[in-house]
């Protein structure tokens, strides 16, 4: 596989640079889909892509040596958008992006909160999110469904409610047969019965999971 690395936001900045990343996201995940169609039609293999986006101070420049050197970016931040990229094979997903570009985006498109993780190398968890669609661009009405299912899902997953969870799931996957994440939950749920998480003092989970792959 082959990773391309984009930046939004520099050299040139824009106010709404998450706004177009997540955007590009979208569309190259809508053309990659008619591709395979017409990759399939014709006998060949489909190729996949998968997006780990992520928002924050980064340094940026042109780093190298004399010999060799090109305009690139480094920091915690680029690092955790190719953690995400990374998580999405765990989740089934193809769009995953983090809290901090979800807080400037949740007005333009439609995504739902996966999970709250900790990436190997991090104490601090933060919030994932699957990029559904755009706002304005009709999402379809399954896949609303099942986000609103498995939104709720994930709330009483988080309560430790995990009979009442795995039912949510469930009627989420009816909306979106075969949804990899509404899966994963509905195992997670039974592991979870089976032996229940480290609670605080306070008697409450925080909810986290921990990647134990990069």
Same mark, same amino acid.
């Given at each position: 596989?082959?990773?391309?690395?984009?930046?939004?936001?520099?050299?040139?900045?824009?106010?709404?640079?998450?706004?177009?990343?997540?955007?590009?996201?979208?569309?190259?995940?809508?053309?990659?889909?008619?591709?395979?169609?017409?990759?399939?039609?014709?006998?060949?293999?489909?190729?996949?892509?998968?997006?780990?986006?992520?928002?924050?101070?980064?340094?940026?420049?042109?780093?190298?040596?004399?010999?060799?050197?090109?305009?690139?970016?480094?920091?915690?931040?680029?690092?955790?958008?190719?953690?995400?990229?990374?998580?999405?094979?765990?989740?089934?997903?193809?769009?995953?992006?983090?809290?901090?570009?979800?807080?400037?985006?949740?007005?333009?498109?439609?995504? *739902?909160?996966?999970?709250? @993780? /900790?990436?190997?190398?991090?104490? &601090?968890?933060? $919030?994932?999110? !699957?990029?559904?669609?755009?706002?304005?661009?009709?999402?379809?009405?399954?896949?609303?469904?099942?986000?609103? *299912?498995?939104?709720?899902? @994930? /709330?009483?997953?988080?309560?430790? &409610?995990?009979? $009442?969870?795995? !039912?949510?799931?469930?009627?989420?996957?009816?909306?979106?047969?075969?949804?990899?994440?509404?899966?994963?939950?509905?195992?997670?749920?039974?592991?979870?019965?089976?032996?229940?998480?480290?609670?605080?003092?306070?008697?409450?989970?925080?909810?986290?999971?921990?990647?134990?792959?990069?």
């Amino acid at each position: 596989g082959s990773i391309i690395m984009a930046v939004y936001g520099a050299p040139i900045h824009f106010e709404d640079n998450a706004v177009k990343a997540c955007l590009s996201a979208l569309d190259m995940q809508r053309r990659t889909l008619e591709l395979q169609k017409r990759w399939a039609e014709e006998g060949k293999k489909p190729i996949y892509t998968s997006v780990g986006l992520n928002s924050g101070l980064m340094i940026a420049g042109n780093m190298g040596s004399e010999s060799r050197f090109n305009y690139t970016i480094m920091g915690d931040a680029v690092n955790l958008a190719a953690r995400l990229l990374g998580a999405n094979k765990q989740y089934g997903t193809r769009l995953m992006i983090s809290e901090f570009t979800y807080e400037k985006v949740k007005n333009v498109v439609v995504a *739902r909160m996966l999970d709250r @993780i /900790r990436v190997k190398g991090k104490d &601090k968890p933060v $919030e994932v999110y !699957e990029l559904l669609g755009r706002r304005d661009d009709g999402t379809p009405q399954n896949v609303l469904l099942c986000k609103e *299912r498995f939104d709720a899902g @994930i /709330r009483l997953y988080q309560d430790m &409610k995990w009979d $009442e969870a795995a !039912e949510e799931f469930r009627k989420a996957l009816e909306a979106v047969p075969g949804d990899p994440p509404s899966k994963l939950y509905i195992r997670r749920c039974e592991d979870f019965k089976a032996a229940p998480p480290e609670v605080g003092p306070d008697g409450k989970w925080d909810g986290v999971y921990t990647m134990t792959t990069k």
